[in-house]
């Protein structure tokens, strides 16, 4: 799996080293050249920008399999991100212990884009089947879930609940992310955000301790696991 950074200039664990920080932490890709700076190296920003474009999607796919399995009670909700200087919708869904079912970033808010992220996560190896999906007001959540009842991808007895109160959980949940996107003051382009979101999302899994045998807290543990991942050891 090391090979996932052959042809690099730079040693892997430093590659990693520079995305796993720029992904879990409130950083620009400034603020982590002058870091490496600090520590005898010299990695211009746009390079560590590449970087994370090419192993936060890794980060990703690679992960997904370690997820635990989440509870049958889904909490899900949109928050707004800015991309090529328009307002785009991240659609996310956790569970009422706050593990993070799936995301999708759309250019609407429309039945069309509900039912995709809907398709998506039930389609994900460590979610299990709603019973109860507590949604807002949004018609296009209305209209979604019943016709991916119609299809047989939910099971008819699956509640669709607009409690207010009860989706806390998630909006809190959108600040990581949101912290983590203010620093670089939106995104240029779809491809950029998405791929970029994708291990900001991961990141946050892996701090909630969704991996199986990595606990919440505990730092080493979660940084032996996305080593691990890409063939490196810690």
């Known amino acids: 799996m ?8 730079y040693q892997p664990e430093i590659i990693l080293l520079t995305v796993r920080w720029y992904l879990r932490y409130a950083l620009s890709y400034r603020d982590l050249e002058e870091m490496m700076v600090e520590r005898g190296l010299s990695v211009v920003h746009t390079t560590i920008f590449r970087w994370v474009q090419e192993y936060a999607p890794e980060l990703d796919n ?14 899900v909700d949109e928050t707004y991100v800015k991309v090529g200087g328009k307002w785009m919708y991240l659609y996310r869904a956790v569970d009422s212990t706050g593990q993070t079912l799936d995301f999708l970033l759309n250019a609407t808010r429309s039945k069309r884009a509900a039912k995709r992220f809907f398709r ?8 299990t089947t709603p019973r ?16 991916l009842k119609a299809e047989g ?14 989706n806390n959980i998630v909006e809190q949940d959108h600040r990581f992310i949101k912290r983590r996107v203010k620093p670089g003051l939106g995104f240029g382009s779809y491809p950029t955000a998405w791929r970029t979101i994708r291990g900001y999302e991961t990141m946050s899994m892996i701090r909630k301790g969704q991996v199986k045998g ?21």
């Not at 690679?62 to 909490?75: A, I």
């Not at 998506?120 to 979610?127: E, F, I, K, V």
């Not at 991808?153 to 109160?165: D, F, G, I, T």
């Not at 919440?216 to 810690?234: E, H, P, S, T, W």
Request: with cysteine; net charge positive; hydrophobic share 35%.
């Open 2 to 9: 090391a090979d996932a950074f052959k042809w690099r200039h």
């Open 62 to 75: 690679r992960s997904r399999s370690h997820l635990k399995k989440s509870n049958d009670s889904w909490r």
């Open 120 to 127: 998506r996560a039930l389609g994900r190896p460590h979610t």
């Open 132 to 147: 109860v999906i507590n949604v807002d007001r949004n018609a296009a959540y209305i209209g979604s879930i019943e016709e």
């Open 153 to 166: 991808l939910l099971p008819q007895s699956c509640e669709r609940r607009p409690v207010k109160y009860l």
């Open 214 to 234: 990595v606990d919440k807290g505990d730092i080493r543990a979660q940084n032996q696991f996305v080593a691990g991942l890409f063939g490196l050891a810690v």
